[in-house]
């Protein structure tokens, strides 16, 4: 058992929640590294060490280059902006510290690829925190489908919609201003990132991208308030994705269907210890969705609870990530999804973008 120095950048929404799983994973699954948060960075030194106070920090600073540069500090956590992602990211690669990098990795696809670059000319572990595609649920079904338990899949319809700008008159904010804070670079990267862990690569797709209020009080909106891609994967298989942030009632709709020859599955976010699986067996008279609550039997559920049904949660989604992150940084192997996996993301939100102002099918970016 050794330690490791974790620098955390940001306090906020995320901040809060890496460091939480930071404090928790030793425990939870007996990791080899045992994580000592040893710096928190911040927008200003009275909230940064307001932060070390709450999370239990031994240092804070405002100076993100000093967390970096920090020789108590071995990893580095961004959960910052997406704006600042990739100068952190270089800077704490060519000291040679691991990262883990809050989605999307940057604010375009440029950075990003540039992001992929830096890490793999290094060669040191990095990691993008796509978090809801780790819950035992979604890891059962990931299963089910590579065990062709549902057959020859043949359809996917996926969606991450939420309402949290669903009023017109919420007030302008950071969140409504420039496309890497809209829905396309905020929500979709969650559920292309989860299409492409199920299904796989996406070959070509068409987008509409659509600013529903343009004007709310204290400003314009300059981003995208939802989006919809109809896409075609490498394999064949046809999809659908929707993004909303304006979807009035929803709270958690990261939900997906899939459609195979022998079986089908239902998952929606808001109900996240359950998975609804179709067999195509017996006589017809008593097929259906059967509900199957997650428990020790589905994957990283039992060192969280050892009662089925009893379930987890948002925040041991987290702490699933953290375990996964110290795992590469121990043994020296990838874990999914590093940077060139965020980076497959990226490719496909730049090429909506791009199909959602040609008004054409376009084939998915590559390089």
């Known amino acids: ?137 979604t890891q059962y079904a990931r299963n089910l489908i590579n065990d062709g338990v549902i057959g020859d899949v043949t359809w996917f319809r996926g969606e991450h919609t939420e309402d949290f700008m669903a009023d017109p008159q919420a007030p302008a904010t950071w969140r409504t201003d420039g496309m890497a804070n809209g829905t396309m670079g905020d929500l979709a990267p969650h559920m292309i990132n989860a299409a492409l862990a199920l299904i796989g690569p996406i070959d070509s797709l068409v987008a509409e991208v659509e600013t529903v209020h343009k004007a709310r009080p204290g400003g314009e909106v300059t981003n995208d308030d939802h989006a919809q891609i109809m896409c075609r994967f490498q394999s064949g298989i046809m999809g659908h994705m929707y993004f909303s942030r304006v979807a009035t009632g929803r709270k958690m709709g990261y939900a997906y269907e899939v459609t195979g020859t022998k079986g089908a599955i239902r998952f929606d976010q808001e109900d996240q210890n359950a998975i609804w699986l179709y067999k195509m067996e017996g006589p017809e008279a008593e097929r259906g969705f059967r509900k199957i609550l997650t428990g020790p039997a589905h994957p990283n559920y039992e060192p969280f609870c050892q009662g089925p049904g009893h379930g987890t949660g948002y925040q041991d989604q987290i702490i699933i990530e953290a375990r996964d992150f110290l795992h590469a940084i121990h043994t020296g192997q990838p874990v999914w999804p590093t940077f060139r996996d965020g980076l497959d993301v990226a490719r496909v939100v730049h090429t909506a973008l791009t199909s959602a102002q040609t008004r054409s099918w376009t084939d998915v970016t590559k390089g």
């Open 1 to 137: 058992m050794m330690e490791i120095g974790i620098g955390i950048l940001g306090g906020g929404y995320m901040g809060k929640a890496h460091s939480v799983a930071m404090s928790a994973v030793g425990a939870v699954f007996d990791t080899a590294l045992r994580p000592r948060l040893e710096m928190i960075c911040a927008s200003s030194p009275e909230s940064a060490e307001r932060y070390r106070r709450a999370f239990g920090f031994a240092r804070a600073t405002d100076d993100w280059r000093a967390l970096v540069a920090d020789p108590r500090v071995d990893a580095i956590v961004i959960a910052t902006p997406q704006a600042f992602h990739r100068e952190i990211a270089e800077a704490a690669f060519e000291l040679g510290k691991p990262v883990l990098c809050e989605k999307p990795m940057g604010a375009d696809l440029e950075a990003a690829k540039a992001m992929v670059a830096k890490a793999e000319s290094t060669g040191v572990a990095n990691m993008v925190a796509y978090n809801y595609v780790r819950t035992p649920a």
